[in-house]
Every structure is written in C-alpha cells, then in structure tokens.
C-alpha cells in the first residue's frame, strides 16, 4: 500500500515539475494530376531522416520553401501486417481490460468474478461455475481446454480461423502457476446462450472473459498497410494507411486501446513512384507536448505487476485500501495524491526508504516464494528483515517524538462567498468538504458536489449524491426542497423506454435492476417491491438543503478515514 502510493505521488510529482515544449503539425491535401483521389500527408523531415517542427518559424520557412514546388511521389510501399491475439486474462489485465472497456473498479470486477466462479443457476444446467478461479498469475491452459476451443472456433467459424495448432502462452517469471489462466468453464456456453440468466454486469465481465480466451486460439488478424511518401523542396510529407484483410480472433475480441493510431480511415488513392501530384490545401497547428498521465486504477495495477508488487488477490484491495484513507481520491477515473497521501509518502521516504522502495517489495515477494518453495527459512527471512526494520523504527520515533506535522490544505479554485478568500479541502465525519481558510473568523462550509448520471425524474435537472446526517448515501435533485425529490436508490445512465424517464438500480449488494420510480409510468416500481430487506425512514422533507451543514461534521478536522456505515 505504501509502494502504490508512492506510486501515483512519483507520477504527481513528475506531472508538476514537467515543462511543456513547443512543436507543430503540418498537413498537406494532396491530389492527383490525373484521375481522381485526394489524400492528407503530414509534413515528416527530410530526405534525411525525420525533423520536428518545433516553432512557428520553422513550419513557416517549410511552407515559404515548398510555396509553388511540385509534389513527387518519391515511395510506395505495400505490406501486409499481422496482429496476434492476446492471452487470456490472469487477474491483473482482468481488471485492467474491465476498467478500460467496462468501467469496473477492480474490486468490484473481481466481485462479479467470484459470483461467476461460485455458480450460476442456468437454465437447462443448473447451478454451474461460468469460470475457473479469478486469483491467477499463470497463462497456462489445460489440453482439454485447448481441444474444446479448437473444435469450436472451426465448427463456429471456420477452419481458416484456428492457426493450425494451439496456442501456448508463456506466465511471466515468478508466477505462481497454482491455477489456469482465467478462462469459461465451457467455451460451448456463449454469452448469449446464458444472457437472460445472468445480471448485466455478469453477462458483459463473462462476456469479455469468454471472448478472451476464445480469441486466444484463433488465428492471426491480417492487415494491408500503405505508406506513402511525398518529396516537394527537398521536404518530405508522409501518409499511412490501414484496411483489415482477415479478420482472424478480431471476429470475436479486440482488447480495448489506451491510444487510437495515427493512420488514415480514407483508403489512398492508387499512386505510382515518381508520380507528380498538386497541393490543394496547407493547414498548420500549434501543439504542446503533454505531461504523463495519472495513473488509472487499470494503469496503476499494469504498473504493480510490472514492478512486481503485489499478487493478484492484493491488486483491488490495495487500490481500495489508499482511496479509503484518503491517500489517494479518483477523479474522474484517473488517481491522483491527497495533502495527506504526500506527507505520508515523504515521511516514509525520509526515515522508512526501505519500505517503499519497489526494489525491496520486489525481493520480499521472492523472498516468500523461496519460502514457499522450501528454499529459505521463514525465521531467517523474518529476522533479516526486522533488524534493519527496528533501527529505522526507533530512529523515526526519537525524530518525531513530539512533532505534530500539519496536512497541508488542498486550495481549489471555489471562492468563499463570505470572505472572498479559496476554499479549501476538509475531512470529517461523513468525507471531504470544501470550507473556508479564514475559520474561525468566516465558517462558511459546502459539501462537494458529486453529481450522479440521469435526471431528476421530477423535473429534470441534475441529481447530486448526499449523506445524511447519520452517515447513509442518499441521492436528491439540486433544486432540494424546491423539487422536493430524494430517493436512496442509484440513478443510472439508462432511461426507461415507456417514459423516457431515469432508471435507478437498489442500493446495496446483490442483484440489482435497474428500474422506473416515476409513478405516472406504467413501468413504475412501487418502494416495497425493490428488494429491500427493510424500509429506511424516508429523509427529511428539506432533503438536499438541510445536509449541507451536516457533511461539514463541524469544523473539527478528522485526518484518519472514519469508516462508512452501510444501510441495509
């Protein structure tokens, strides 16, 4: 936990220190001289080698040089390129791939896993375990396995669709190997074989866990590549196209990508070297190189495993465990440091380095698979580590033996407007709030708005997440009291298809529709049927408005996460 802290802090500390730099894009609209076609090429160097274009006077004196000189065709190059299909999932690019293409925290991707581990009742089948164990580092696959995939993407697809023998993909040095990859029990049993007996967060992960594997042993997708390069003035302009050829294990899975590519969606006409063609049009932009971006929690786990921190049952709970003591807040879906997250990491920095080096997390992991493993003895292991351990203990509790170091307050851009002065970010009872600085002389507080999808099925504004006054999450419209709406039920972003009205899902676990709380609706749900084990009194009649002091806790500050209660 302290390593992945440390983790998105390093990241926030290279994004400040990052100085942006300066260069351009130059595009020319090319076509032929004879026949039809027009096609962009982007301005790439010399006839060199590749130059960038790093201010506004260089592009200009490309486009003073080339200003009525003849474009030549001086390359056309063809090619056909081959992409093969990923492995399938082990638990870290389960929860990377359900992030990036599903929205799921991981923990709540590996909550889904278990439930589609554990069993499903299916229709026809019984209660039956959808996929094998969700915990695994491995890319090993049973022969068994391996023969059912094979006879069922040539009885599905077609023989040209399996690369003639199976696929076997190579775990990673240290893995464990206990279990197989992640991978359906029965590649026979389709996603939508099974759609109408699972919920849709468990058809859309088994979904991408079956499609996965599948694609694991199909053949390769092929593609034509086209690169054309234009010479005018000594400058050379480059244009790249792509088209699928075959589309191989693309038929049934393509792993969801952080970037698009830079090649053209328009096919290029059919040029010939040496070929003379006109300038139609010159369009230059101003860019500016960007810093590295947050961490994700699908990117921060990739970064984990590549470090070799963690295995993969401690992935989600540690990413759960820094964003609950508020080491660590997600905005929007990237991780970004609290004040508090980088004290901390500073502190362990200067009197515990060993601890948060990811060299030393590293050889602690192998230290306690040679133990597994019969080659090292747990005391010596233990001991070896506990002396140096203890020192830096002692020395950190003789240095801060009676400091009291202050958190930092998180400014934010809001005015107070009582005083004038930004508000800043606080802690109590129920979370972070934003107040004044200027306390006790100006105690203006507000909550943070966290506005929720969909629309208030009243009267159509915005719906804002809540706490009450105990502790429990409700959701209200922003008018409050004005519109009157609350409910303790989710809005969605689905809408219902008789009114067209927000749909709300039940609070709490288990399995959870979404349904119509509009009353007019025929699709409506009254409260006593939504699955509720028992009825919560309803909140206040002044709803939103009369919370809004209430999250504030006071103005006592509560540094320590205070753990959330969960109405059932």
Request: hydrophobic residues 30%; proline residues 5%; contains cysteine.
């Amino acid at each position: 936990q302290s390593v992945a802290t440390r983790m998105v802090v390093e990241r926030e500390r290279d994004i400040r220190s990052f100085v942006s730099e300066e260069y351009w894009h130059l595009d020319a609209v090319l076509s032929r001289i004879v026949g039809e076609g027009d096609f962009t090429a982007r301005f790439f160097g010399t006839e060199e080698g590749k130059k960038e274009l790093k201010s506004e006077a260089e592009t200009n004196a490309v486009i003073s040089a080339i200003e009525g000189k003849p474009f030549i065709i001086k390359s056309v190059k063809r090619g056909e390129k081959q992409r093969s299909p990923s492995p399938p999932f082990i638990t870290s690019t389960l929860q990377q791939e359900a992030s990036r293409r599903l929205g799921m925290t991981p923990r709540r991707t590996m909550s889904i896993a278990q439930q589609l581990y554990e069993g499903v009742d299916v229709a026809g089948h019984g209660t039956i375990g959808l996929i094998t164990y969700m915990r695994t580092d491995s890319l090993r696959l049973s022969n068994e396995a391996l023969q059912y995939a094979k006879d069922y993407i040539i009885r599905q697809y077609g023989a040209e669709y399996y690369p003639g023998s199976p696929r076997v993909y190579k775990s990673r040095s240290g893995a464990q190997d206990a279990h197989e990859a992640i991978r359906p029990t029965d590649v026979e049993l389709s996603p939508e074989q099974v759609r109408k007996d699972l919920t849709q967060e468990q058809y859309r992960l088994y979904r991408l866990i079956w499609g996965r594997f599948t694609a694991s042993q199909m053949a390769n997708a092929v593609y034509n590549n086209v690169a054309i390069d234009t010479v005018s003035a000594g400058y050379v302009f480059r244009a790249n196209f792509s088209e699928q050829k075959f589309a191989g294990y693309t038929a049934v899975y393509e792993e969801a990508r952080d970037e698009e590519t830079a090649d053209l969606k328009k096919p290029l006409p059919n040029l010939n070297e040496g070929e003379e063609v006109s300038l139609k049009k010159l369009s230059s932009e101003q860019q500016f190189t960007q810093p590295p971006a947050r961490y994700t929690e699908a990117t921060l786990i990739r970064a984990m495993e590549e470090k070799r921190i963690g295995r993969p049952s401690t992935y989600a709970p540690t990413i759960t465990t820094i964003t609950s003591r508020e080491y660590v807040v997600k905005e929007g879906k990237y991780l970004r440091p609290t004040p508090l997250g980088e004290v901390v990491t500073t502190l362990m920095e200067e009197r515990f380095s060993d601890i948060v080096d990811m060299r030393f997390t590293a050889r602690m992991e192998d230290d306690l698979d040679k133990i597994e493993e019969g080659a090292s003895d747990w005391r010596a292991v233990l001991y070896d580590f506990y002396q140096v351990f203890d020192k830096e203990l002692s020395e950190a509790e003789k240095a801060l033996e009676g400091e009291h170091i202050k958190i930092p307050d998180e400014v934010t851009d809001e005015i107070c407007p009582i005083c004038g002065k930004n508000l800043v970010v606080k802690s109590g009872r129920f979370g972070r709030f934003l107040a004044c600085p200027g306390y006790p002389e100006c105690s203006f507080t507000k909550p943070i708005v966290i506005e929720m999808p969909g629309k208030c099925p009243k009267c159509g504004v915005r719906i804002l997440k809540r706490t009450s006054k105990n502790g429990y999450t409700f959701y209200a419209c922003e008018r409050g009291k004005d519109c009157g709406f609350m409910t303790w039920d989710v809005p969605t972003k689905d809408v219902c298809p008789d009114c067209g009205k927000t749909l709300f899902k039940r609070s709490g676990r288990g399995q959870r529709k979404a349904f119509c709380v509009n009353e007019a609706c025929k699709s409506f749900l009254p409260e006593d049927e939504r699955g509720y084990k028992k009825k919560t009194k309803p909140a206040e009649g002044d709803g939103a408005d009369k919370e809004q002091n209430e999250q504030a806790g006071g103005r006592e500050e509560n540094k320590t996460a205070a753990k959330k209660k969960t109405k059932t």
